[in-house]
């Protein structure tokens, strides 16, 4: 049986990760604001832009969702089981091969720049792509700083020390705001690279904020560069599979990227604009629920049926709790993402049809919110059961979708309708939600044979999509009766009369878990 901790709620846990979480994504849409303020869609703040993907390349795949699916799973039985010297030895031994490994391709990276830009932004020339390979070259050691954060975040989690990990990234976050307020009267292209080196400062803070915390918790904790250990191999198999899933899935990204580089000024400002506030609803309730999920699930101990049980019970009830916030979501991105970008970007640079343009690549985005979202839960759930290769199955399925439907709607698209060749970002985010509908539909049949049958009955759903769509109408009321006003004074109103007429609504087609969340009861995000 497993130890009375790992049998409570995971509803404290959920919380406590969508707060950290929030508060994140909060001060990061923040300083996402502060930078529109100073480069708007500008070519120093693509190039800003374009710079920070390459080397948070390194952060992603070996970052949070990587260890998340290879080593939480490993880590947190062995704490279950009470086996705390060897979950000390598992720890200590990937954190080692961590920083070996993070270190020789930083190295490699900052001495590769050019050519790694060839590939990732073929449309950048000139002031540019010169102005990007510098900012790269001083990105990437904060990159890697990035991944050691990982590292801490996977301990503290299995820990259920939740909090920390998912607020830390606040500081990086202020030292680039606070690095943009104090010399945010230089020109723009010394700008970009002041904030360069404000966001190595902020990735090293971060890291050293969990690793006091980290230290006290694994106690038992040994750096030693071992791979022989039968359960630091089992993290390295997991890691394989998972890396090469999160792999294809930036390699996704990347091609949305170049395709972005190749519409000219903007698209790759407005891109990231837009995913600033899609991964909100994704990371707030997705990864909240997913993160606080998966420890829960990795410990579940007893017979094949009984662990199916516990499974299908975690998964359905976090399915539905996701359904209830990422719906309205994204009703809001598809009717109201005006007022959602005008509050949020709209000042200095940034201009009213700056709005308009991401408005409409987010509308795209919000295609396949819900399946991404729901999705995660579902990855999770095979990570739990040591199965990291059926989601790189469709992982990959995904990406090769995205890719090619992504090229038609970014490039040829736009031009045979007589559109201006920088619309094609939307079809970029548009194709991508199409993609990802497959991917989650593909998870869902598949994991419904292996545990039984799991996922949000089509009637709350309905009832969700119809309480989403009459708040939106309500919204539009309101809109039209205040009229222009300065963007964030009007987001209040029209946002606030949203949410309620929304939570309204799902109460009175008494959809379970917003009743239970209106009348306090047990309900967790």
């Known amino acids: 049986m497993a130890r009375p901790e790992h049998r409570e709620s995971s509803a404290r846990h959920a919380f406590l990760v969508a707060a950290g979480i929030l508060i994140s994504r909060m001060i990061g849409l923040v300083r996402q604001g502060v930078f529109s303020k100073y480069f708007g869609l500008s070519m120093e703040g693509d190039a800003f832009t374009g710079a920070f993907r390459v080397p948070n390349l390194l952060q992603n795949l070996f970052g949070e969702g990587v260890l998340s699916a290879s080593f939480i799973p490993v880590y947190a039985r062995l704490l279950a089981e009470g086996d705390e010297q060897e979950a000390g030895r598992v720890a200590g031994a990937v954190g080692a091969i961590l920083a070996l490994t993070a270190s020789v391709l930083v190295l490699a990276g900052i001495l590769a720049t050019p050519y790694l830009l060839f590939a990732i932004a073929p449309g950048f020339t000139g002031e540019k792509r010169a102005l990007t390979i510098r900012l790269v070259r001083i990105l990437f050691p904060g990159a890697g700083l990035l991944v050691f954060s990982a590292w801490c975040l996977g301990i503290l989690n299995s820990h259920r020390k939740f909090f920390l990990s998912y607020t830390a990234p606040v500081v990086w976050n202020l030292a680039m705001i606070v690095t943009l307020v104090v010399w945010g009267r230089l020109d723009p292209s010394t700008l970009a690279v002041y904030l360069a080196w404000g966001s190595v400062a902020g990735s090293f803070l971060q890291f050293v904020v969990q690793l006091p915390v980290v ?7 040994r750096f030693r560069l071992e791979t022989r250990a039968a359960h630091v191999r089992e993290v390295l198999r997991n ?32 891109l990231v604009n837009v995913q600033s506030m899609y991964t909100l609803p994704v990371s707030l309730f997705g990864m909240a629920i997913s ?19 516990q499974l299908r019970t975690r998964l359905d009830s976090g399915l539905r709790k996701i359904a209830l916030l990422v719906v309205p979501s994204a009703m809001a991105f598809f009717t109201l993402g005006d007022v959602i970008t005008a509050a949020l970007y709209e000042r200095g640079r940034f201009t009213h049809a700056d709005t308009m343009y991401v408005w409409a690549i987010l509308a795209g985005s919000a295609i396949g919110l819900l399946a991404t979202t729901l999705g995660r839960l579902y990855s999770s759930t095979y990570y739990a059961l040591r199965d990291t290769r059926t989601p790189l199955r ?19 698209l736009p031009y045979l309708l007589g559109f201006d060749k920088r619309w094609g970002a939307v079809g970029l985010t548009a194709s991508a ?30 009832k969700l999509w119809t309480a989403a769509a009459l708040a939106a109408a309500a919204a539009w009321a309101v809109k039209f009766a205040i ?18 007429v929304y939570f309204a609504v799902a109460y009175l087609l008494r959809v379970e878990d917003c009743v239970r969340l209106l009348k306090r009861r047990s309900f967790s995000l």
């Open 394 to 412: 469709f992982a990959v399925i995904r990406v090769v979708l995205t890719t090619i439907m992504g090229f038609l709607c970014a490039i040829p």
């Open 215 to 221: 230290l006290a918790l694994a106690h038992r904790l």
């Open 291 to 309: 993160a606080a999920e998966l420890p829960a699930m990795s410990s579940a101990l007893g017979d094949q049926e009984q662990v199916a049980r």
């Open 483 to 500: 009229g222009p006003h300065r963007p964030i004074l009007v987001a209040v109103p029209i946002l606030g009369a949203y949410g309620v």
């Open 433 to 462: 939600g199409v993609a990802g509908w497959v991917e989650f539909t593909l998870l869902r049949r598949t994991l419904n044979r292996r545990i039984g049958v799991t996922g949000v009955p089509a009637e709350t759903i309905a």
């Open 239 to 270: 890691f394989g599979p998972v890396f090469v899933s999160r792999g294809v899935v930036q390699i996704s990204s990347y091609i949305d990227q170049m395709l972005g580089s190749l519409l000219g000024n903007g698209p790759v400002t407005a």
